[in-house]
């Protein structure tokens, strides 16, 4: 059962504009969510995390949303940029949705 | 600045053989992890350990063994390989367990398995 789910495989955006990753879950005692960005070949690297009790937390470039009734939550990039190219995953440890791959091209 | 080192980085084995997955973080962290990576199926955890002297299933742990030697080292060991096990697999530390802690992970190892 999956219960943290990522539900498009890939993303492409232009550079400059917004990236909207989103990821829903099932388990509604889920009390803290992570996002890791992994690039070929390495290992994820954590970006950005929220607890249950916040709808929104941001750091630079990258803010993420939460809401608790729909049970899902977003990663916004802006602005987009070349480096942000990666397959990003959601997670509520140490359940981890099956990731999204992100493009922004030039 | 190694973080979380993981050898080897390939390897291909031919069904029955046997063989253990090194990993060894330098971050004093107390928790460590092994995952298994399948296409579009995310990170599964196998066994975490929260602390040294200690380990534990986690979601798929069925044909794995691990062994914590010490603060540093977290070895998976496959016992009787076979092709299903045939994935990406990643260790990670954290400092301790919790589902706030974010984890640092290794650069993976690929596992073929014939």
């Known amino acids: 059962d999956q219960q943290v789910k990522q539900n498009s495989p890939s993303l492409s955006v232009q550079e400059g504009r917004i990236s909207i990753l989103n990821c829903d879950y099932t388990n509604s005692m889920f009390d803290y969510f992570l996002w890791y960005k992994k690039y070929p070949a390495e290992g994820p690297t954590f970006l950005i995390s929220?607890?249950?009790?916040?709808d929104k937390n941001e750091d630079g470039r990258f803010t993420v949303f939460l809401n608790k009734s729909a049970k899902h939550l977003s990663l916004h990039i802006v602005p987009s940029q070349p480096g942000d190219s990666a397959v990003y995953f959601c997670?509520?440890?140490?359940?981890f949705g099956p990731g999204t791959r992100l493009s922004v091209l030039p | 600045n190694a973080g979380v080192t993981q050898t080897p980085k390939f390897q291909v084995l031919k069904t029955g053989q046997s063989m253990t997955l090194q990993c060894a973080q330098d971050?004093?962290?107390?928790?460590m992890y092994w995952y298994r990576q399948d296409p579009g199926m995310g990170l599964r955890l196998i066994y975490y350990s929260a602390s040294e002297g200690t380990t534990d299933k986690g979601e798929v742990p069925n044909g794995y063994n691990v062994s914590r030697l010490n603060k540093r080292e977290f070895s998976l060991r496959l016992e009787s390989a076979a092709p299903s096990q045939t994935s990406v697999y990643f260790c990670?530390?954290?400092?301790?367990?919790?589902?706030?802690?974010?984890?640092?992970f290794g650069d993976g190892t690929r596992l073929s398995i014939l």
């Open positions: 990670a530390s954290s400092e301790v367990v919790g589902s706030n802690q974010p984890q640092h």
């Open positions: 971050m004093n962290h107390n928790s």
């Open positions: 929220i607890s249950s009790i916040k």
């Open positions: 997670a509520a440890s140490p359940k």
